[in-house]
Every structure is written in C-alpha cells, then in structure tokens.
C-alpha cells in the first residue's frame, strides 16, 4: 500500500485514541455510577475493547512507518497505551475475581468482535547487546560440533564392537534359558498418505484429546456442584429455582445477543474478503504477519532500514555543522537565561541562590525554588533556629519524641478511619437494598497516556499539516537542527556551568559590599536544598569466561536448547462466547483459546520488564509447551529448560543442585531475555 494511505491511517487513529482518551477522562472527571456489577464490567470492558483495536492499528502503523524520526514517538505512545490497557485489566480483575475477563458483552456495545481485539503483536522487545548474542552464537557453533565428535565417536565404538557368543545355560529343571533382548514396535507411518492429511489426523487427535480432557474437567466440576447444592439442601439454605417465565425469557435475550454477536462476525469477514479480493488489506482483524509479509514483498522494511541509515549520517552531519557554526551563539543565550534568573531573584528578594549540584539544567527544568516561597521558607527556619538556641538538647529530643508520636498516632487514626468504612461498605454491598453500586476507577496511566500524545501534537501537527513527502516517509530536516541544538547546548553546558558560577561568586562579593555599606546583615540561605528522586542502582553482569564456561556446559547439559519459532496463533482451543451469561449467573465457565491468548500476550509483555514467575496447569496436549516457546519466540529470548526426570541418581543432591540453579540465574541474567521452562515441578515436592 502506498504511503499516503498509512500517514492517512496513522493521522485517523491518533485521532481516535485522542477522542477514547477524552472519553475515559471524562467518565473519570464525572464518576460514572453503575448500579449492578454486571454493567460495572461491561463499561469497563467496552473501554478496553476500544483500547486494544486502537492498539492493533497503532501496531500495524508502526510496522509500516517510513518516517524514521516518528518512530520514537509512536514507541512511546503505544507503551503508555500498553499500560492503560493493562490498568483495565486490572480493574476488571478485582470485579470479577478472575484473571481471564470475559468481554463479549462490552465488545458488542461498541461494535466489535473477540477477533479485533486479539492481541497478538509485541511492539517494544528488550535485544541482547550484539557482543552478548555474537558470543552466545558462538558458543553454540562450538558445542554443536562437540556433540557431532561424540557421536561420531559412538557411531564408530558401536561398529568396531566384537560380538561376544552367547553361552547357553541349563538352569535346574533342564530348560534352555535364551538370552533375548526385548522388542518394541515402533508405530508405522504410511508414507502413502498426504501430508496434509497426515496434519489433519493430528490435529484430530489434539482436539480428541483436549475434549476428552474438557468433558472429565466438567464432569469432576458438577460433581462438585451437585454436592455444595446437596450440602445447601440438607441445611436449608438452598434458594428456590426461578421461575419458567424468567428462564425462558433469559434464553431468548442470550439467543438475541448470539444472534447479534454471529452477524456482526459474518459481516466483518465478508468487509475482509472484499477488501482482499480489491487489494487493499485494511480489514480490522488481527492479520499482522500477513502484513508484515506484504511490507517485506514491497521492501518496505528494507526501505526502512535503508532511511535509517540516510537520517544517521544526516543527523551527524547536522549536528558537527551546528556544533561548528552555533557553539558561540548557543553558549551566550543560555549565559543570558542564567542572568536573568539572577536578576529575578534580585528585584524579588535581593538575594542570590546558589546554582544547583545538578548544573544550569535544574534551572532550565524548574528544579529550584521561586524567590518569594524561598524567602518565606527561609524567615521560618531562621525563626526556629532562634528559639531551638534558647533550648536544652534534651528539651529538643523530647520535641522530636513528641512529633513522631503525633504523627503516629494520626496515621492511626486515618488507618482506623478507613477500615471502619471499608466495613461498612462492605455491610452495604452485602444488602441488596442499600448496595451503593460500582463508580468508573480512576486511573493512574492515563494522564501519561494523554501527555504523551499532546507532546507528539506539540511536536508533529505543523508538519502533518503540510503533508510533505519528507513527513511521510525519510526524514524532516527541520527536526534535525532542533534536535541537534539541543544537543549542542547539553554538551557545552559544563563550560556555561563553570562560566556562571564564577559569575555568581563576584555578584555575591558586591552584594556583601553593598550590604555592609548599608550596614545591614546579608540574608543567609538555612533551608535545605531540594531532594532529588533516587534513581535504582542497575546491577549488570558482564560476560566473562567463567559465564561463557557455564553457558558451555548448560549446552552439553541440554538445559539451554534451540527450539522452533511459535506464534500465538498456533495455541489451538475453543472460543468460549457463552462465557459472560455463565458468570453472570454465577455458574463456573471453562476459559480456553480468547481468553488464553489475551492473558498470555500479558505475560509475553512481563518477560521484558522482568522476573515473573507462573504456573501452567493441564493435561497432556493442552498447549502447555506451545505456550512456553511461544513466550520465549515472541521476545527472542533464550530457552531453559530444566527437568527433574533428566536429574537422577548421585546428581540428586543439594549441593549440585544449588550449583545448577546458579549457573542458570547467573547466565540468564547475562543473556536477557530469558525464559527458565522447569518440567514437571510437582516431582520437586514429592515426599520419599
């Protein structure tokens, strides 16, 4: 497709975020009310349906994208979109008490489908530095062609092997005991039959397999039923079934809204092959890697690459002409900037504030303190400087006492105060008649979320305007010499620093003159200096030999292994449509394919911000593997796989096992990012 179609699509759907963004904003301002909690969840899922289709077309623009300086900004709005999405889910977590959200109900209020809200894409992935991943690729080459020694060493040790001749034994009652070695039957494959018939009977027997599985899940779960209403029913508890007229008129809405829900689907699919068949693939369903094949046809990604390596020289070279032509001018401005905030200060409270720790760009950035707040903060600890001198120092370490011990017992009482109305809420919520209903969350992510397309407005409008082939794919040159004047004014800033501190030093030598030839004392600066947020400590660790012998022997091990790239798209399982009309009458629904796929593609986004641990249960051929490889393909990371069948014998004891654990923690943390898949981990609580 032509560029002029995706800058017209990427300009639409900024556009629609915009107006969903506004939307959520204002049933927060407002504190929308739902009476019941099913209309509780099914406002919040009909947001979150409108958030993850603004998502698939974020992603599909940003895969298409030309215009290389636009893709850092489209990165950061679909993160911040990325963790909205993920706040609702939350919300709808603490609702229903459920990991998987059923939003079907929510979906068809704002006309849409489970299939446009399938999240299959992963926009920002975490890479392993080039040097890690060239060592990594090398170590693998290196224990792949020792593993071929060792067989081939075997292959020759089996040929050159000398039969022995079997001796015959009597044993007591006269019979021939003959030494046999056991046969098994390998299961014959008819080289006859298709491939492709061969699959189909394969997936047959998977979906043969994950029925069967269903039907004793369901089966052991209404026996479980049937016994809590047995209970119900010895104890008198167990309420009256409702009446035919209810139930038949809830089956006849249920049907409507199957009926609405398969229509809404047909017509979707029937746009779709249209738009196929036109040559325009513009259909809203999740087809990314049809696209990205389509992209990669007409070398679009390609171009992109090309581009960015265009805008990088061109950057560069931008930047040394400024440097060359601009360093003089840029350095007097902000020497300007810094007077005047000299001058400020001295029309407002004749006084000068010292520069920051941090440099000029505290100032530029608002980190410091406005004269006439400093004056007033500064006149009130002068005042309790003065009366502490008159004081004993035990009078004031009893004050201090005193002081933590009001402040604790006020947090005491705000903490007593919100239980007893958490209990109280609770009371109400319990009595049908005074239930105060359910108000739309605030929300922490969406301000982000807001502030963060304002800036790409801020930033981009005048030139989406102009329409400009340099806006829709290459670069703008414009952008180029803003950005590298920023640079340049970051880069002499320790010059201007040093300028103006020296500056500051000689006015503050003619404001004492000018001080004692008023004979006035000079004001003396007794507040403390503005805390700066704390930063976490990175610990990285560095490749070294002993990590590259680890990594060694965890590949002969086979406990790091190659495996096969998987797409979310091959878990198989069956949509459950009916599950939201099940919970809301509180009957146990069985989620699998939607519902999986969704909450995985969270987990698949956790690995890159990360430890995260989760367990997966099922039976056999569920998809459990699957799910596993499709986590590590999905964020190119490394794949662990640990199995306590393969630890046996001598090998089972603490100490090598502790030695095991630490070599995986210690190169998974190296080789980021990683996914530790541990087999079988009921075996590690059986009791001997």
């Known amino acids: 497709m032509s560029k002029n179609f995706y800058f017209e699509k990427w300009k639409h759907t900024i556009r629609d ?48 994208n030309l215009q290389v300086q636009k893709t850092a900004f489209i990165d950061n709005i679909i993160k911040a979109l990325v963790s909205r999405i993920f706040e609702l889910k939350a919300e709808l977590e603490k609702l229903e008490g459920s990991r998987f959200q059923f939003i079907g109900h929510g979906l068809i209020a704002v006309h849409h489908t489970v299939f446009d809200i399938d999240l299959t894409a992963i926009p920002l992935q ?62 014959e494959v008819d080289l006859n039959i298709p491939e492709e018939v061969r699959k189909t009977r394969e997936y047959l027997a998977l979906i043969l397999a994950h029925e069967k599985s269903r039907q004793v899940i369901k089966m052991v779960k209404k026996n479980q039923i049937r016994r809590e209403m047995w209970v119900k029913e010895l104890t008198g508890t167990l309420q009256p079934p409702a009446r035919y007229e209810i139930r038949e008129r809830s089956s006849q809405l249920i049907c409507k809204v199957f009926r609405e829900y398969f229509k809404l689907k047909r017509q979707r699919i029937k746009d779709c092959k249209r738009d196929q068949l036109l040559g325009i693939n ?80 505290a100032i530029f950035n608002g980190n410091v303190p406005d004269p006439e707040d400093w004056y007033e903060q500064n006149e009130a600890q002068m005042m309790k400087n003065a009366a502490n001198k008159k004081k004993s120092p035990q009078d004031l370490k009893f004050e201090k006492l005193e002081a933590k011990k009001q402040e604790k017992m006020l947090k005491q009482k705000e903490l007593m105060k919100n239980k007893s109305e958490a209990l109280l809420l ?35 409008d005048i030139y989406d305007i102009w329409g400009t082939n ?55 600066d007794v507040t403390k200096p503005m805390k700066k947020e ?17 990594i060694e022997e965890l590949a002969l091990q086979d406990i790091i292994v190659e495996y096969p790239r998987v797409k979310l798209k091959d878990f198989l399982g069956d949509p459950n449509f009916g599950g939201e009309d099940l919970r809301r009458l509180i009957v146990p629904t069985f989620p699998f394919n939607y519902e999986i796929r969704a909450f995985w593609w969270e987990r698949c986004r956790d690995v890159s911000h990360g430890f995260n641990r989760i367990l997966l249960v099922g039976p056999r051929t569920s998809g459990k593997t699957i799910l596993v490889k499709t986590l590590a393909s999905m964020n190119k990371a490394v794949l662990f796989d640990l199995d306590p069948d393969k630890i046996q014998g001598d090998l089972q004891t603490a100490p090598f096992l502790k030695r095991l654990m630490k070599m995986v923690v210690t190169c998974a943390k190296v080789l980021q990012p990683c996914v530790i898949h541990v087999k079988h981990v009921q075996k590690l609580f059986y009791i001997k």
């Not at 922490?444 to 963060?452: E, G, Y």
């Not at 800033?493 to 020296?502: E, G, L, T």
């Open 17 to 64: 975020l915009k107006k969903l963004v506004d939307y959520d904003v204002h049933l927060q301002v407002v504190k929308a009310h739902d009476a019941t909690l099913f209309e509780a969840v099914r406002r919040l899922s009909g947001v979150l349906g409108e958030y993850m289709v603004v998502y698939n077309h974020l992603i599909e623009c940003c895969h298409q």
């Open 426 to 460: 609770k009371k109400m919520m319990k009595n049908p008649t005074m239930h105060p209903g359910y108000k739309f969350p605030v929300s922490k992510t969406v301000q982000n979320l807001k502030d963060v397309i304002d800036y790409y407005h801020q930033s981009w």
């Open 282 to 361: 513009i259909c809203d369903s999740p087809t990314l890697d049809l696209q990205r094949a389509n992209a990669d046809k007409v070398n679009r990604s390609k171009l992109r690459g090309i581009y960015e390596k265009e805008w990088i020289k061109h950057r560069d070279k931008i930047r040394e002409e400024v440097f060359k032509s601009k360093q003089a001018k840029i350095c007097d401005e902000l020497r300007d900037q810094i007077r005047e905030w000299f001058l400020q200060w001295f029309d407002a409270v004749r006084f000068f504030y010292d520069i920051p720790k941090e440099g000029p760009v």
């Open 534 to 550: 704390k930063q976490k400590k990175i610990i990285r660790v560095e490749l070294n030999d002993n990590i590259r012998k680890m």
């Open 126 to 187: 975490v890479g392993r530095p080039e040097h890690i991943q060239e060592e990594f690729d090398k170590i693998l080459a290196r224990v792949k062609e020792m593993k071929e020694v060792v067989e081939e060493v075997e292959e020759e040790e089996e040929k050159e092997e000398i039969e022995q001749p079997r001796v015959q034994f009597l044993d007591l009652w006269g019979f021939e005991v003959k030494d046999e070695e056991p046969v098994f039957k390998a299961k």
């Open 470 to 524: 340099d806006v829709k794919e290459k670069y703008v040159h414009e952008v180029d010499v803003i950005n590298a004047i920023m640079e340049v004014s970051h880069q002499v800033m320790p010059k201007v620093d040093q300028d103006m501190r020296h500056e500051l030093k000689k006015l503050k030598q003619a404001l004492s003159e000018d001080y004692k030839n008023l004979e006035k004392e000079i004001p003396k």
